[in-house]
T-cell receptor, first 114, second 114 residues
Framework: ETGVTQSPTHLIKTRGQQVTLRCSSQ?????VSWYQQALGQGPQFIFQ???????GRGNFPPRFSGLQFPNYSSELNVNALELDDSALYLC?????????????FGEGSRLTVL | AQSVTQLGSHVSVSEGALVLLRCNYS??????LFWYVQYPNQGLQLLLK??????LVKGINGFEAEFKKSETSFHLTKPSAHMSDAAEYFC????????????FGSGTRLSIRP
């Protein structure tokens, strides 16, 4: 069974740039959720994708956008980067949207914005 | 809206001592509750979950948690701490209609003294 993999693991960008983070979901999972974890804080829900459609969004501006592909892998795009976007971005996969809530997390992509 | 509050950002116990990590929840409907653990430089891993069955929930690595509706609490305990338990612990909540949109607390860092 293949777990959740994320790429890149680390990256550095400057203010105003754009970034794309990638996630491969666990085998058999059709739902991907993205979270932002700032240093010393808990993960904050960004959005969820189910069968290629956005299925819920947290309190993040439109410059945070995403995609899910037919193989259920996903991308998180952030435009016009700000210093406060520096964080660990976590992808989590699950089977369906109304399961008992067990999310399987990747190890994250650590973004530093200078 | 549902939320969780974790009391104590840092807890330190001696090896072999009782571990108690506190979590209180707020939800207008019966919640699902979870504890996740995050080891350094890793993603989150599910420890245990409450989904309205037994109020005492047993998880992995000897951890358990008790759902107390009257106290709106879901504290995590382990009778005897081990050095390998040192990690960040997150309490989380969701509601049935959107079970995978989990809301996390701010986390408690557990340190184990030799």
């Amino acid at each position: 069974e293949t777990g959740v993999t994320q790429s890149p693991t680390h990256l550095i960008k400057t203010r105003g740039q754009q970034v794309t983070l990638r996630c491969s979901s666990q085998s058999g999972h059709n739902t991907v959720s993205w979270y932002q974890q700032a240093l010393g804080q808990g993960p904050q829900f960004i959005f969820q994708y189910y069968r290629e459609e956005e299925n819920g969004r947290g309190n993040f501006p439109p410059r945070f956008s995403g995609l899910q592909f037919p193989n259920y892998s996903s991308e998180l795009n952030v435009n016009a980067l700000e210093l406060d976007d520096s964080a660990l971005y976590l992808c989590a996969s699950s089977l369906g949207t109304e399961d008992t809530g067990e999310l399987f997390f990747g190890e994250g992509s650590r973004l530093t914005v200078l | 809206a549902q939320s969780v509050t974790q009391l104590g950002s840092h807890v330190s116990v001696s090896e072999g001592a009782l571990v108690l990590l506190r979590c209180n929840y707020s939800s207008s409907v019966p919640p699902y509750l979870f504890w996740y653990v995050q080891y350094p430089n890793q993603g989150l891993q599910l420890l245990l979950k409450y989904t309205s069955a037994a109020t005492l929930v047993k998880g992995i690595n000897g951890f358990e948690a008790e759902f107390k509706k009257s106290e709106t609490s879901f504290h995590l305990t382990k009778p005897s701490a081990h050095m390998s338990d040192a990690a960040e612990y997150f309490c989380a909540v969701s509601v049935y209609s959107s079970a995978s949109k989990i809301i996390f607390g701010s986390g408690t860092r557990l340190s184990i003294r030799p």
